[in-house]
């Protein structure tokens, strides 16, 4: 199984950018995938999730900034985060398959979005 992060990068305030995570390997389609950010010297932090019937959660700092949608037919996830701010900054994680209590099974490699003011 491979998840491959792409699409991070270094904007300004109020910009916007789009994560893609493409996957291979799994039955895309049967599993829920989220979206994870670690900044520096802070704990790892759950952005969105997206279950295998297309229901979505987010958490609140990003509540109406940001979107979290699949196509299954390209195996793909992606985060549309617009109206971004400096304390989004941080490094990007793409999962799939939830084991619960916030694990899982597969992690991609990580993209870095950097917001400056």
């Known amino acids: 199984v491979q998840l491959q992060a792409s699409g991070g990068g270094l904007v300004q305030a109020g910009d916007s950018l789009r994560l893609s995570c493409a996957t291979s390997?799994?039955?895309?389609?049967?599993?829920?995938t989220a979206w994870f950010r670690q900044a520096p010297g802070k704990q790892r932090e759950l952005v969105a999730t997206?279950?295998?019937?297309?229901?979505?959660n987010y958490a609140d700092s990003v509540k109406g900034r940001f979107t979290i949608s699949r196509d299954n037919a390209k195996n793909t996830v992606y985060l549309q985060m617009n109206s971004l701010k400096p304390e989004d900054t941080a490094v990007y994680y793409c999962?799939?398959?939830?084991?619960?209590?916030?694990?899982?099974?597969?992690w991609g490699q990580g993209t870095q979005v950097t917001v400056s003011s």
């Open positions: 997206i279950y295998a019937a297309g229901s979505t």
């Open positions: 390997g799994l039955t895309f389609s049967r599993y829920s």
């Open positions: 999962a799939a398959n939830s084991l619960g209590a916030g694990k899982y099974a597969h």
